[in-house]
């Protein structure tokens, strides 16, 4: 049965996407670094009948990665496909953003992305496997005071083609930029609250609504299947067209 990583796993777009690949017959390894989001990972039905293997792991940690990648060798014996989905972010005043602040992003962000790749990549290979890499429209526009966020998003657009040209042809290479995706019911327990949505939020968009986190999981699973594999190197925006639209006040 094929595995599949997804980092950053247990709550947003990871969780639902973790969700949906196993409902499609995928097995999943986990590695989430918080710990309450984690613990609720491993009470799932999923992850008992061991569909699910939850790992804590901190991406920007080589030694927690590569312990990560041994861990679901083990148990899972390949790779398949690696959704490089976790991140964080702190806005603030440039003034006020520290150099540990804007490493810490950039850690997690960027840099966790070049490690999970460089770790799993041998078994990729070996399974003519893919990579999605989860990056955000943050990485071709901005609101104020997301320098650390923005930067670590356009770094992973930049880093999606080397490794696709880089990788090839063993291993294909993708990028996945999300817009306004509503993930407040789909956070760990003690914060997931649903957001009340309001009639202009949705309307603002092109397509008539705010996204949701199954938008972005049905783009993981058709950019892994193995009937796409002339794709590679490309990312795919996922906004409602919100980035195609001219707003004057």
Same mark, same amino acid.
């Given at each position: 049965?094929?595995?599949?990583?997804?980092?950053?796993?247990?709550?947003?777009?990871?969780?639902?996407?973790?969700?949906?690949?196993?409902?499609?017959?995928?097995?999943? #390894?986990?590695?989430?670094?918080?710990?309450?989001?984690?613990?609720?990972?491993?009470?799932?039905?999923? #992850?008992?009948?061991?569909?699910?293997?939850?790992?804590?792991?901190?991406?920007?940690?080589?030694?927690?990665?590569?312990?990560?990648?041994?861990?679901?060798?083990?148990?899972?014996?390949?790779?398949?496909?690696?959704?490089?989905?976790?991140?964080?972010?702190?806005?603030?005043?440039? !003034?006020?953003?520290?150099?540990?602040?804007?490493?810490?992003?950039? !850690?997690?962000?960027?840099?966790?992305?070049?490690?999970?790749?460089?770790?799993?990549?041998?078994?990729?290979?070996?399974?003519?496997?893919?990579?999605?890499?989860?990056?955000?429209?943050?990485?071709?526009?901005?609101?104020?005071?997301?320098?650390?966020?923005?930067?670590?998003?356009?770094?992973?657009?930049?880093?999606?083609?080397?490794?696709?040209?880089?990788? !090839?042809?063993?291993?294909?290479?993708?990028?996945?930029?999300?817009?306004?995706?509503?993930?407040?019911?789909?956070?760990?327990?003690?914060?997931?609250?649903?957001?009340?949505?309001?009639?202009?939020?949705? #309307?603002?968009?092109?397509?008539?609504?705010? !996204?949701?986190?199954?938008?972005?999981?049905?783009?993981?699973?058709?950019?892994?299947?193995?009937?796409?594999?002339?794709?590679?190197?490309?990312?795919?925006?996922?906004?409602?067209?919100?980035?195609?639209?001219?707003?004057?006040?």
């Amino acid at each position: 049965m094929r595995t599949v990583i997804v980092t950053g796993g247990g709550q947003g777009i990871g969780r639902i996407t973790t969700d949906f690949l196993v409902t499609h017959g995928y097995r999943v #390894a986990v590695w989430e670094a918080d710990t309450d989001a984690l613990s609720d990972l491993q009470q799932t039905p999923k #992850a008992a009948a061991g569909q699910v293997l939850a790992l804590p792991c901190d991406v920007s940690s080589e030694a927690q990665v590569r312990k990560a990648t041994e861990r679901t060798i083990d148990h899972f014996g390949r790779i398949d496909a690696l959704i490089n989905n976790a991140g964080i972010q702190d806005d603030k005043p440039l !003034g006020l953003l520290s150099l540990d602040e804007w490493n810490r992003v950039l !850690g997690v962000n960027l840099t966790g992305v070049f490690l999970c790749t460089k770790y799993a990549a041998p078994h990729l290979a070996e399974q003519k496997g893919s990579v999605v890499n989860i990056s955000s429209t943050r990485a071709l526009q901005s609101e104020p005071q997301t320098f650390a966020y923005s930067a670590s998003k356009g770094g992973i657009l930049a880093l999606t083609h080397s490794l696709a040209v880089s990788l !090839g042809p063993d291993i294909r290479v993708n990028c996945i930029s999300p817009g306004w995706i509503d993930v407040s019911a789909v956070k760990k327990s003690a914060n997931a609250k649903p957001e009340k949505l309001r009639p202009d939020d949705h #309307a603002q968009h092109p397509a008539g609504r705010v !996204g949701r986190p199954d938008d972005i999981a049905r783009m993981v699973l058709f950019l892994i299947s193995e009937e796409n594999s002339f794709i590679t190197g490309q990312n795919f925006i996922i906004d409602g067209g919100m980035t195609r639209k001219m707003i004057y006040v």
